[in-house]
């Protein structure tokens, strides 16, 4: 970094006009940010951040040290950057701090930190701090300063270069779109050949895949069920129709960003592609096998580092990413950079679930205008030519193509075959996306008092009937049962072989695959990790319950049927972060008893299982209930959402939706205190980024 100074630049003692006194001096300032290190409000990592750019021009402004500690700060609850006029106008809200569930004494808050700051009085000791670079002006004298400020948002530079590299990745795939397959329409016209009711508009599965096949980058968007793998499925053999007959079929990749998700494509993707009329040598090139992301960029252990990057890129033609909701700014950055120029990219995935836990919203971003469409002349003209489709009456809104530049190349899927119009699920959902608390009250009043319901409401639920619900579920109907965890634990004891039957007997891994598909007939979904409310209450909770009914041997520790979760990748043993696995007794391999042995699904799409020692399992947690983020890319045929007794920032419109959408049959909101839901379904999540394209 070069040590340059600036005219701007204040000494470091000199106070800002009418500062509030925490940003008179250094000592001020680190003291109070010291004292939010300790009280959890920010991360060591953001305090040991400001250290280091103390370190390196120990005469910076607070105003500068303070931002940076913010911007740095803002990267752990999801922003990508500090955005300094939002900060100004909400400093709490815009910061969420004091954070979730903080009771302690008072402490001064960023509003307090912040009073008296204008926008004008920040930007300018931004702007001539030798730490900052100005985006504005591609000077390589600015290259080395960790700070960057980009109209009027502060980045860590690294996570600005992220944005910038994506962005211009997809500026340059847009720039040069591909040949479309000889015969475009006629084989749509084979692929797609379902009589679309008159009053159900256009086959928007059949625009999606014409858009994806003339590009080097194509994104379908859609709710659960809208038919996302049905229509890349298809994208995928009307491609290869045309690269097998011309002798050179695609290198094709499937990917999505965990295990669990990977799993679910692969099974989807593998049931589709018998159905699909074409060719044994077409069916045979399309791939069923669908790895992580990470397992596919080639993550190496403790390093940030992939093997494939812009220097050593995929040998692939093309590649699908599914769940792409959850790939985080720094993940899509690398995907990015290890794609071929000449390979096409799908991306899949629902633009209003919650996003990546890490920073960014990357597919949210680009989906922007999903909605509305957007598309300009040219794209409409070219897409009823080719589709043989009328977008006439879609009241899709007319686009620009400087302005929608991503737009040309995605399409909002808007029929949801699994939810159709008379699913409780599925206008659960809606009422939940649209954001009318009103609406979500009487669908979860309707329909929980329907016959044979799909959805339950338990409003104002009693603790003794809260263990009964998360044991037992709700009673059978016609559907069959919405269970509860007594569930996968009678399958346990139930299915169980005999106990001489040897330890290698492929009846062991068929019982543990039988254990594991039943503990995903129910899942508790909890807003948050800590209280009684949360995760870790709930999980103690529910043990004591399964222990106290004899369903489980003790509450605590390694026992048989115990869930875990992984928490971290664990290269070695081949587990990645959010992989579930259940202890199991299985017979020792030298025929001397039994021992408890954790099974994990494989994720290459079969079900297979793999079976670890519990010993060996390093940062796993006990996961009856897990959280909303958590259970994303999975589904369970009973889902509950369980909502805290008081209201929160992180209780919002997406995760709702998040939550209500993991159901594939059954669906039970579980309601601790009035008013609450309500409020969620009217907050909605804004992540803070730059990535516009
Ligand atoms: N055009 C279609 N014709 C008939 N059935 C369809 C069609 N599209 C989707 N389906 C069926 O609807 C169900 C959901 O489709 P699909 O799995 O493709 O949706 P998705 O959007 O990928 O779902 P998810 O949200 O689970 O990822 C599947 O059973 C699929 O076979």
Request: hydrophobic share 45%; proline share 6%; glycine share 8%.
């Amino acid at each position: 970094m070069t040590r340059a100074s600036s005219n701007y630049e204040l000494p470091f003692d000199a106070p800002a006009p009418q500062a509030s006194p925490d940003l008179r001096d250094r000592e001020s300032l680190l003291g109070l940010l010291d004292a939010w290190v300790e009280r959890g409000w920010l991360r060591r990592l953001d305090r040991a951040f400001v250290g280091f750019l103390l370190e390196c021009r120990p005469d910076t402004q607070p105003l500068v040290a303070v931002a940076a500690a913010l911007a740095s700060h803002q990267l752990g609850h999801g922003h990508v950057c500090l955005d300094l006029a939002l900060t100004l106008e909400r400093p709490d809200e815009a910061l969420s701090l004091p954070p979730e569930g903080d009771m302690g004494p008072s402490m001064r808050l960023p509003s307090d930190l912040l009073a008296g700051v204008d926008a004008a009085t920040w930007l300018a000791a931004l702007a001539g701090s030798p730490l900052v670079a100005d985006a504005a002006r591609a000077d390589s004298t600015d290259e080395g300063r960790p700070l960057v400020l980009d109209a009027g948002r502060l980045y860590l530079r690294r996570y600005w270069d992220f944005e910038r590299r994506i962005a211009q990745a997809l500026r340059e795939r847009l720039a040069h779109p591909v040949e479309t397959p000889p015969n475009l329409a006629q084989s749509l016209a084979l692929l797609f050949d379902e009589t679309q009711a008159a009053d159900s508009g256009p086959d928007w599965q059949k625009l999606a895949c014409a858009l994806a096949a003339r590009g080097r980058i194509g994104i379908v968007t859609g709710g659960p069920g809208t038919g996302k793998t049905t229509t890349v499925v298809r994208l995928l053999a009307l491609l290869q129709m045309a690269a097998v007959e011309a002798g050179r079929p695609l290198r094709i990749l499937l990917s999505a960003p965990t295990g669990k998700a990977a799993a679910r494509l692969s099974a989807s993707i593998a049931e589709q592609v018998g159905r699909l009329p074409v060719s044994d040598a077409v069916r045979a090139a399309i791939p069923t096998e669908v790895s992580t992301l990470h397992r596919l960029l080639g993550s190496r252990p403790d390093t940030r580092h992939f093997r494939h990057h812009a220097g050593n890129p995929l040998l692939i033609d093309m590649l699908v990413v599914d769940e792409a909701s959850m790939i985080d700014v720094e993940m899509m950055a690398h995907l990015m950079a290890a794609l071929p120029p000449h390979a096409r990219l799908v991306l899949l995935g629902d633009k209003d679930q919650l996003a990546s836990v890490e920073a960014g919203a990357v597919l949210g971003d680009l989906c922007r205008d999903a909605d509305a469409g957007h598309y300009t002349p040219e794209t409409l003209a070219w897409l009823e030519q080719a589709s043989g489709e009328s977008l006439a009456g879609t009241g899709l809104s007319p686009g620009d193509a400087e302005r929608h530049a991503m737009a040309q190349q995605i399409v909002m899927l808007r029929r949801s075959r699994r939810f159709g119009a008379g699913s409780g699920i599925g206008q659960l959902a809606r009422a939940v996306n649209a954001g009318l608390p009103q609406e979500v009250r009487t669908v979860l009043e309707r329909e929980s008092a329907a016959p044979d319901p799909d959805v339950y409401d338990t409003r104002g639920i009693r603790p003794d009937a809260l263990d009964r619900l998360l044991l037992d579920g709700h009673p059978a109907s016609a559907r069959g049962k919405p269970c509860g965890y007594a569930h996968y634990l009678d399958v346990m004891q139930r299915t169980r072989p005999a106990a001489d039957i040897p330890g290698d007997d492929p009846a062991w891994e068929s019982w543990a695959a039988r254990v594991l598909a039943a503990f995903d007939a129910f899942r508790l979904l909890c807003a948050v990790r800590k209280g009684e409310q949360g995760v870790e209450g709930l999980n103690a909770r529910i043990a004591r319950a399964l222990c106290a009914r004899g369903l489980i041997e003790q509450e605590l520790g390694w026992y048989e049927g115990r869930p875990v979760l992984v928490t971290r990748n664990d290269y070695a043993l081949g587990l990645m972060n959010g992989d579930i696995g259940i202890a199991l007794r299985v017979p020792q391999g030298d025929g001397e008893g039994t021992a408890l042995r954790v099974a994990f699904p494989r994720s290459d799409g079969t079900d297979g299982v793999r079976f670890a020692l519990p010993s060996r399992l390093n940062a796993v947690e006990t996961v009856y209930a897990m959280t909303v983020h958590k259970s994303q890319g999975s589904e369970f045929a009973h889902t509950a959402l369980l909502l805290p007794d008081r209201t929160s920032p992180i209780l919002t419109r997406e995760l709702v939706y998040t939550g209500v959408t993991r159901a594939r049959t059954w669906f039970t909101m579980v309601e601790t205190a009035p008013g609450v839901l309500e409020e969620a379904v009217a907050r909605r999540v804004r992540r803070i980024s730059g990535l516009s394209v």
